[in-house]
């Protein structure tokens, strides 16, 4: 043993019996049985704080990786909202240019817009516009600038519907 130093201590009296018993058994002197304890117990704690530290770095690790899930999920996110308001200005400028008027119905002579030729096929009377519109491909009564102009905006609206939808 290295160069000893005293050490008064006072044990729980049942603790005091079982270092007694040990060093009975091992008929070892009670000062050597309590210095080999107490080395155990501080190796112990050695390897419990070496333990421990190696969790800290494990733990920070699964930090740093949930910090970059994080990060990539909010540039994902800020991304899909400037996606969507692009989508939400492409849906109001086709609807708005949908409610533009195109021409005059053939058979009741009021005006009709884009969205009563392409989507609901008839002017407000009920007239079906589509028969009258691809039976007369120069129909006098619609304008064919507004049309081409209406027909491009329902041609992007179904382009980003596709869109979306591939989404
Ligand atoms: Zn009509």
């Known amino acids: ?17 079982q270092v007694d018993l ?7 002197s009670l000062t050597h049985v309590v210095a080999g304890l107490v080395e155990v117990g ?7 704080i070496e333990r421990l530290k190696g969790r800290i770095v494990e733990l920070e690790g ?6 970059a899930d994080r990060d990539g999920l909010a540039s994902e996110l800020a991304q899909l ?7 939400r200005a492409v849906i109001e400028t086709v609807s708005q ?18 969205e009563q030729v392409f989507i609901a096929g008839a002017c407000s009377e009920g007239h079906n516009l589509q028969v009258e519109l691809f039976a007369q491909p120069s129909a006098p009564s619609f304008r064919q600038k507004e049309l081409v102009a209406a027909l491009a905006v329902v041609g992007i ?4 519907a596709f869109m979306v939808a591939k989404d």
């Open 1 to 17: 043993m290295s160069k000893t130093a005293p050490l008064y201590l006072r044990l729980p009296s049942d603790l005091k019996d």
């Open 62 to 67: 699964q930090l740093d990786d949930v910090r």
């Open 42 to 48: 501080l190796r112990n704690t050695d390897v419990e």
């Open 81 to 87: 909202r400037e996606e969507m308001s692009r989508g």
């Open 22 to 28: 040990v060093a009975d058994a091992s008929e070892a």
């Open 157 to 160: 609206a179904l382009g980003v």
């Open 97 to 114: 240019r949908l409610r533009l008027q195109v021409g005059d119905c053939p058979s009741c002579g009021l005006p009709v817009n884009g």
